[in-house]
C-alpha cells in the first residue's frame, strides 16, 4: 500500500485519486457455527473489516464512519465518484438493467450523514453443517440489533434463529430470538423488503417465513 501511494505521489496524481484499502472478512478465534476455520461467519468478528477511503478532492477529512456500510457499496460509490450519472431512485444501474445491492454513499460522506439509515445485510456461506444439516443463511445488522436467519435442509427446530443486542452483547452470546418475538418479527420483514428490492429470493423467503412466525 505504501508502494502504490507512493507511486502516485511520484506521477502527480495522488491527489486525483481515489484509493480503497479494505479486506473481505475477519475471522473468529472461537467456535461459531457452520464454521471450520473461523471465516464465513454473520457474526461481529468476521463481519466488521477495515474500510478507508481517500479522495481529498472529493471526501473529508480524518472522518471515522460508525453507521453501517457493506462491501456492495463500493461499486456504486466508486462508479458516481467516476462521474457515472446512470442514477435511478439512488441505486447506481450498470449497463443491461442487472442492480447493485449496495447505494453510493457519495452523497451521505460529503454531508457528514453518519447515520444508520438503512440496515446492513450479510450474505454468509457456511463452510460446514449445523445440528447435523447444511443451509443458507441471512443477517441483518441494524445500529443496536442483529437477527441471523436460516434455511436448513433438514430445518432442526431447536434452532430456528438468532437474535442479538449488540449494545449489550457485543460478543454475540445471548440469543434473544425466542424472548423478543415482535423484534424479530420488525426486524425479519425489513429483510423481506431488503429482499424484494434486490431481487434476493431467500431473503424474502426466510423474512417472511420469520415475520409470520414471530409476529
Not at 53 to 68: E, S
Not at 119 to 133: F, H, K, M, R
Request: proline share 6%; hydrophobic share 40%.
Amino acid at each position: 500500500m505504501g508502494r502504490l501511494i507512493e507511486a502516485l505521489g511520484k506521477n502527480n496524481i495522488l491527489e486525483d485519486t481515489l484509493v480503497v484499502f479494505t479486506t473481505e472478512h475477519g475471522r473468529s478465534w472461537q467456535p461459531r457455527p457452520g464454521t471450520v476455520e473461523g471465516m464465513c461467519t454473520a457474526y461481529e468478528e468476521s463481519s466488521r473489516i477495515p474500510m478507508i477511503l481517500r479522495y481529498p478532492k472529493g471526501l473529508p477529512r480524518g472522518k471515522v464512519w460508525n453507521a453501517g456500510v457493506t462491501l456492495v457499496d463500493l461499486a456504486p460509490t466508486i462508479l458516481e465518484m467516476a462521474g457515472v450519472q446512470a442514477v435511478k431512485g439512488g441505486i447506481l444501474d450498470p449497463p443491461g438493467g442487472s442492480i447493485f445491492q449496495g447505494r453510493s454513499l457519495v452523497g451521505e460522506l460529503r454531508l457528514g450523514r453518519d447515520e444508520w439509515s438503512r440496515p446492513v445485510v450479510l450474505e454468509n456461506i457456511p463452510q460446514a453443517a449445523l445440528d447435523g444439516s447444511f443451509y443458507e443463511e441471512r443477517a441483518l445488522r441494524t445500529e443496536r440489533y442483529k437477527l441471523i436467519l436460516r434455511l436448513f435442509d433438514n430445518r432442526p427446530e431447536h434452532r430456528p434463529g438468532e437474535l442479538y443486542d449488540l449494545r449489550n452483547d457485543r460478543e454475540e452470546k445471548v440469543n434473544l430470538y425466542a424472548a423478543e418475538p415482535k423484534l424479530v418479527a420488525q426486524l425479519a420483514r425489513q429483510l423481506a423488503d431488503w429482499g424484494r428490492e434486490f431481487r434476493d429470493e431467500l431473503a424474502v423467503a426466510l423474512g417472511e417465513a420469520h415475520a409470520k412466525r414471530s409476529g
